[in-house]
């Protein structure tokens, strides 16, 4: 499904693994969510730590100080996850992402930042949190882009 309209650009992406006869689901703990990052990520991508807040948070734009940034992402409940592409010049790319949940599909995965230093990296990041999300049993995987964001990287 893609839409676009003036001021914004919707895409989302089915992750076709879920069915109505499938096994009953049971709460995300966060450390399948970790072992799902880990075990997906590759290419320099790497599950965020809590020291890479600094890059994620320049990366990002956020106006959030990194304190809110770490108390969010890094508690016993993350609000967020985040994934970091590192090279040996340093952290260059960054993905803020959480999860949703709808009383008629169940969980969704949102991607809500991608930060990315070339258009050709757009594709395999994409791919690697469409696995992330097939593994935790999303039905989708959602990315709304705004234009202005566009415009500002």
Not at 58 to 74: H, N, Y
Request: hydrophobic share 45%; with cysteine.
């Amino acid at each position: 499904f893609f839409f676009s309209h003036h001021q914004f650009t919707i895409a989302s992406f089915i992750c076709p693994t879920v069915s109505p006869m499938s096994p009953p689901r049971i709460a995300l703990k966060v450390e399948a969510i970790h072992q799902a990052i880990d075990e997906e990520c590759s290419n320099g991508w790497r599950r965020a730590k809590m020291d890479n807040v600094p890059d994620v948070k320049r990366l990002t734009a956020s106006l959030l100080t990194e304190e809110t940034l770490v108390r969010d992402g890094f508690g016993n409940v993350p609000l967020y996850y985040s994934l970091i592409l590192e090279t040996k010049d340093g952290v260059c790319g960054a993905v803020v992402f959480f999860f949703e949940y709808s009383t008629w599909e169940g969980r969704v995965l949102f991607l809500k930042r991608l930060v990315i230093p070339s258009e050709e990296m757009r594709l395999p990041i994409l791919q690697t949190l469409a696995k992330i999300a097939v593994r935790l049993d999303c039905v989708r995987l959602v990315w709304q882009v705004i234009r202005l964001c566009i415009l500002y990287h």
